[in-house]
């Protein structure tokens, strides 16, 4: 095939109008690739404003239920529950306790939103005393006992009408244990996503203030991923996740990882998410209070780069307005 070069070939020909540029754009963005998370408390009338993160809540069951409709009527399909108990012990008993927080939102959510996709968040940290993501036993996080509660929090979930389950602890073999225990109560059609390449991250911090689950000692380096690993750990644990029953492998955070999130869209069938963390919404919110940057243009840059990296869905806190801007483009 000979090369072209200019001026026969001048790149600019499409490019020259709004119609032209949207007529051949490569890359596509819609409200069905967008999830929304959303962090449900005890209690009653509360409406709790992140600070570290405008625009997004602490909300009790009777307020989030007009905030979820709002999503719906956006256009966004589905939604990521995280759970604030009112009480927290070592055990973390409230993740998977029948009458928990998420258990109960779930329930309320589904009888209004029956087409809504209810997605859960599965791990134990906001739960426990210590805040980590797993038992503890003499200072350390312990990998195969803790797998029993997380695989009885996702059947809890499943039964109370979650949609898909979302492991977040990073605790080796718990896709396995999850989908062993949902098979065999029942729930063979509830899928999982994996938070397959989750990394021990600084862009968290704000989602801890949010969900109050900052560990109490030490950190999560034990058991999420470093961020100097090499993408080949990264694709060893997907492989890993794939192989125990995953149906969705997810990359977090989802900026600094654009790389992990193209190497698994090319390695795997399966669907590849990436979680827009609240570390990354902090600071597009702080820049864009400031007038440093156009709040509205950069957000979609960013969506548009998570989506060209490969990303099916995007779990992002800028979902609403994404949806609400892709509208009037």
Known sequence: MS???????????LRRTAAIRDMVAEVKLSASDLVYPLFVREGRQIRNEVESMPGIYQLSPDCLLP????????GIRAVLFFGIPAVKDERGSGAYDEEGIVQRTVRMVKREFPDLVVITDVCLCEYTSHGHC???EAGQVLNDPSLELLARTAVSHARAGADIVAPSDMMDGRVGAIR???????YADTAIMAYSAKYASAFYGPFREAAGSAPQFGDRSSY???PRASITQAIQEGELDIAEGADI?????ALAYLDVVARFKEKFLCPVAAYNVSGEYAMVKAAAARGWLDERRVVMELMYGLKRAGCDLIITYHAPEVARWLKDI
């Open 134 to 136: 797993g038992l503890v």
């Open 67 to 74: 905030v979820v409709e709002q999503v719906v009527k956006a």
């Open 3 to 13: 090369k072209m070069s200019f001026p026969a070939l001048r790149m600019r020909r």
């Open 249 to 253: 492998v997810m990359v977090k955070p």
């Open 224 to 226: 999420q991923m470093d």
């Open 180 to 186: 062993k225990a949902l098979d065999q109560e029942g």
